[in-house]
């Protein structure tokens, strides 16, 4: 089986206070062993999937949240339907009480059809749960969400955030990429997405070689992370990261956060602005475009703009809030015409 060919995902040692200390530095994902250990929500469940559920039930009150349904049977993937137009599940909104019921009565049949709530923020449908479940990030700014369910497995994707995924039921196997082996990785459309990002068409327990045979290449550079209850996984913007929950009921607790200022926009913004501006120009445009971006913006710390006096730089001087704003004003102006 090709999973057990990837190295395991370093471990940090240590899970106190100082435990993020190394993600600052860290160019790789990094296990925190029972860094959500003391939470009571991990406690709960370790009880039983009964007593995790009925902990939440305590903050669900009326929310509803959006729950993916998926089919019963051997094939646990939310993705893609068979002709890529659309997904191989469907999504319904419903109160989140309801879900968790159905994970309870489910919760001892591991051949359940999946039932999966995916990234949802935290404060909106379970509010007061992080007043005896949360994380102490060092002082980052980051977006608290949630995701429950029962066995489900979620194709490799990558975020453009930096996470701190936290296991807070059962157990989840994390298999992760580098950015670069997007090409190995058979990425399906961009639009649609099944949440939000383009998802491996790569079926990682029953893999189709013939279809996909460069997903060896990816293997031979993946990490495996197997986290349990109190486990949690860093994961760096861009890696590309599948997602196996294991058990008939889990919960993760994500918390998202950028390296960068607020005022800076979406990358994946640029690359659709690329598509419709940059990719079907004739090859030999295309490398003539590739030279100015390697000089404005991939090697940018090594060339900059020093030769240009500062009240000259405009869009090539230092980014600001008022400066961001100037250059979407003048991109919507062109963008409009």
Not at 302 to 316: E, F, K, N, V
Request: net charge negative; proline share 7%.
């Amino acid at each position: 089986m090709m999973m057990k060919t990837a190295q395991k995902v370093e471990e940090a040692p240590g899970a106190g206070p100082n435990a993020f200390v190394r993600i600052e530095e860290a160019r790789e994902p990094l296990v925190f062993r029972g860094l959500a250990a003391a939470w009571p929500l991990v406690k709960e469940a370790a009880r039983s999937p009964a007593a995790g559920i009925d902990y939440l039930r305590r903050f669900c009150g009326d929310a509803t949240v959006t729950v993916s349904l998926g089919r019963a049977g051997d094939d646990r993937r939310l993705g893609y339907n068979d002709d890529l137009t659309g997904f191989n599940f469907t999504m319904e909104r419903k109160p989140l009480a309801e879900v968790l019921s159905i994970l309870d009565n489910d919760s001892v049949n591991p051949a359940a059809p999946v039932c999966y709530v995916g990234s949802t923020t935290i404060d909106k449908c379970l509010p007061g749960l992080r007043d005896e479940n949360d994380m102490d990030l060092g002082g980052r700014q980051a977006l608290a969400s949630i995701w429950i369910g029962n066995r489900a497995i979620i194709g490799a994707h990558f975020d453009a955030l930096y996470n701190i995924a936290c296991v807070a039921a059962g157990r989840r196997r994390v298999t992760l990429f580098p950015p670069e082996e997007i090409d190995n990785l058979y990425i399906g459309p961009l639009d649609p997405t099944p949440a939000g990002q383009p998802v491996s068409l790569v079926d990682f327990n029953n893999l189709d070689s013939a279809k996909h045979p460069r997903f060896a290449a990816a293997m031979e550079r993946a990490l495996v992370a197997e986290l349990g209850p109190g486990d949690a996984l860093y994961i760096p913007s861009a890696w590309w990261h599948h997602v196996e929950s294991l058990d008939t009921f889990n919960v993760l607790v994500n918390y998202w956060w950028r390296n960068s200022p607020s005022f800076m926009g979406n990358p994946m913004d640029a690359l659709a602005h690329a598509l419709l501006s940059v990719r079907d120009l004739p090859s030999a445009e295309r490398d003539r475009w590739r030279s100015l971006f390697e000089h404005y913006i991939f090697d940018w710390e090594s060339r900059r703009a020093d030769h240009i006096p500062t009240q000259a730089q405009g869009s090539l001087g230092p980014m600001d809030d008022a400066a961001a704003r100037r250059l979407r004003a003048i991109l919507l102006n062109r963008l409009n015409k």
